[in-house]
Each structure stands twice: as structure tokens, then as C-alpha cells.
Nanobody
């Protein structure tokens, strides 16, 4: 059974940074494409970033240059480092593994 548990969200001022982590069990993160989506209040869930099995990364234009996705195979986690945060980054951030599994989400609130 695949389980993804996100952590690292919180309240931060605009311009600040947060580091989100996704701890996986039931799968080996190095064997899958994994990444992050987010959903702001009243909006649809949108893609943020992903990392493939061969470490190819891609980002939404809205976060490109401010976010970095990485994988720690020893800890079986995927991390999203977010810098220069903006109020429009406020959302619940969800970890996913390609194939359909999702975490419960972690809330990020960026105050202006």
C-alpha cells in the first residue's frame, strides 16, 4: 500500500522560504516520477513540479526559478524547496506519485 505523507508547510511572510517534504512508504521513490501539485482556495489543483526516475525536473512557470524539487533516496523522500514566496503561493500542497497516489496535503500560507 502506497502512503505519502507531506510535512513542512506553515505560515511565512512574503519573500520567505519553506521546505516541503514527502515521505513515501510502500514504494521506492527512485523508481517513480514524483512531484507536487497545489490547490488554492476556490481554484483547481495545479501542477507545481515533478522529478522523474532519471532526475529530470520540470516546473510550472509560476514557480520556475523559485522552487527546486529533489529526491533523497536514502530517506525515501521527495523535497520541494520554495524560495521568494509570494502570497499567490498560498495553497495546500500535495505530493503525488505518477500512477495515482496522493498525500493528504500540507498547508502553505504566505502573508503579504
Amino acid at each position: 500500500q502506497v502512503q505519502l505523507v507531506e510535512s513542512g508547510g506553515g505560515l511565512v511572510q512574503a519573500g520567505g522560504s519553506l521546505r516541503l517534504s514527502c515521505a513515501a512508504s510502500g514504494i521506492t521513490v527512485s523508481a517513480y516520477t514524483m512531484g507536487w501539485y497545489r490547490q488554492a482556495p476556490g481554484k483547481q489543483r495545479e501542477f507545481v513540479a515533478r522529478i522523474t526516475r532519471v532526475d529530470t525536473t520540470s516546473y510550472a512557470d509560476s514557480v520556475k526559478g523559485r522552487c527546486t524539487i529533489s529526491r533523497d533516496n536514502a530517506k525515501n523522500t521527495v523535497t520541494l524547496q520554495m524560495n521568494s514566496l509570494k502570497p499567490e503561493d498560498t495553497a495546500v500542497y500535495y505530493c503525488f506519485v505518477l500512477g495515482g497516489s496522493w498525500g493528504q496535503g500540507t498547508q502553505v500560507i504566505v502573508s503579504s
